[in-house]
């Protein structure tokens, strides 16, 4: 989260891991009424000696706030109210162990009522969406497909005020740096005249808006494409949101005409070794390897792609191009960009995956990919530190050993290979 350019919304902020917004499918893209605004949630009472520190807390934030330019007028407007919120602290203590297997989170996230409520959207706003994919050059069933997954097109876009949300969060300490940039952020949006302080609901976390940009992003990269005067990204009305997404995606390395990626069949014998994002060849080079498309005919040269195998040897397989790379700024989780270019393949017409998931093991959870790591490394298969993030050097670990012990070395951490090493 260091790099404050990257827009990072609900789904990374929550959850660092499997997207959290991809929840239970939706009946119905929009049960608000038309021309409706979500009214903040009521902030529960805390504590007077926790609501006395946190005051004088925000007294001495002050400073720091005029200092990056906001008024004594717009303080004094958006601080008015803002009290201490317990309820986001439990969010942020809770969301740290979330875990789900990559099959259930796309069972979710790509759920029949999610693609054809995500067609009925692209009908719906098809004008304007042609209008943002011919100025950005980013297809609108993508666009379309990240609003389903931030918001559930707009019905779930956060009933929680952002600026007590933001300053409790700054205040509290744990990401107390981070927080406090994106509190200024939220105050200068309040200033520019955006949106006001009762209106700036969003997520716990302070993502806000249809595709919920966080208010450091929301600056940079927030569009006004329908002409108001507003880059609004809070009202029924979503042109303004799915405009900054596409132009987030733009700026982010978006390639016109290139796919996110391609199913694929490995074929026997295949080299595991060579799957991951540092190995890249062209599709004729992984062609002349024996990888062929899982529908059939040939891949065309969309440049160099990478293998993926998400689930291992037992799943399918993915060759993946440079726009994997740019959803991934919109959420690092590759079960996260896997569900948005799925789901926007969907969206367009196309089928489900030819290969199923195997549907077995469970995903580690964070103090068990640090115990693989440490077992690993005891074993003499060196993860370079123990970290409890599965990257390239654990799964070069991880490969080496199942390679020794005759298992297919497809690089997957699961908690029957910890219990292997155990």
């Known amino acids: 989260m260091a790099n404050l350019s990257y827009l990072i919304p ?5 959850f660092s891991g499997l997207a959290a917004c991809a929840g239970p499918p939706e009946s119905s893209p929009r049960p608000m009424a038309k021309g409706a605004t979500p009214v903040a949630d009521a902030i529960p009472a805390t504590d007077p000696a926790t609501e006395a520190r946190f005051e004088a807390w925000l007294r001495g934030f002050k400073s720091r706030a005029m200092a990056n330019g906001i008024s004594e007028a717009t303080w004094n407007r958006a601080m008015a109210d803002v009290r201490y919120n317990p309820k986001v602290i439990e969010r942020d203590r809770y969301q740290s162990e979330f875990t789900k297997s990559i099959w259930d989170y796309l069972d979710s996230a790509v759920s029949p009522e999610r693609v054809a409520n995500g067609k009925q959207m692209l009908s719906q706003y098809g004008s304007q969406l042609n209008a943002i994919e011919k100025k950005y050059g980013v297809d609108k069933e993508v666009v379309v497909a990240i609003w389903g997954m931030e918001s559930r097109y707009g019905a779930h876009r956060g009933t929680t005020a952002v600026i007590p949300a933001l300053a409790t969060l700054a205040y509290d300490g744990r990401r107390g740096e981070f927080f406090a940039k994106q509190l200024i952020a939220a105050l200068k949006i309040i200033q520019s005249g955006d949106v006001d302080e009762r209106h700036m609901t ?26 108001d005067g507003k880059r609004d990204i809070w009202s029924n009305d979503p042109t303004d949101a799915l405009a900054s997404t596409a132009a987030y995606l733009a700026r982010s390395g978006w390639s016109k005409g290139q796919p996110w990626g391609v199913e694929v069949i490995l074929p026997s014998g295949f080299n595991y070794g060579l799957t991951g994002k540092g190995t890249k060849k062209s599709p004729a080079q992984w062609a002349a390897m024996g990888v062929r498309s899982a529908t059939g005919g040939s891949i065309a040269n969309y440049g160099a792609a990478s293998i993926l195998v998400p689930a291992g040897a037992k799943g399918p ?14 959420n690092a989780a590759d ?5 948005v270019g799925h789901l926007a393949d969907r969206i367009k017409g196309k089928g489900p995956f030819v290969r199923d998931w195997p549907r077995t093991g469970k995903p580690l959870s964070a103090p068990q990919k640090i115990e693989l790591q440490e077992r690993l490394t005891a074993a003499g298969y060196d993860t370079d530190g123990t970290d409890g993030k599965i990257g390239p050097n654990t799964a070069k670990a991880i490969v080496a050993y199942q390679k020794a012990k005759g298992l297919a070395p497809d690089g997957y951490a699961t908690v029957e290979l910890l219990q292997t090493l155990r």
């Open 335 to 339: 079960s996260y960009v896997i569900g």
């Open 317 to 330: 397989a993915f060759m993946i191009f440079g726009n994997f790379r740019a959803i991934s700024r919109y």
């Open 10 to 14: 609900l789904s990374f902020v929550a």
């Open 202 to 227: 969003g997520s716990w976390a302070g993502a806000m808006g249809h595709t919920q940009f966080i208010p450091t992003s929301y600056e940079i990269y927030a569009v006004d494409f329908t002409g």
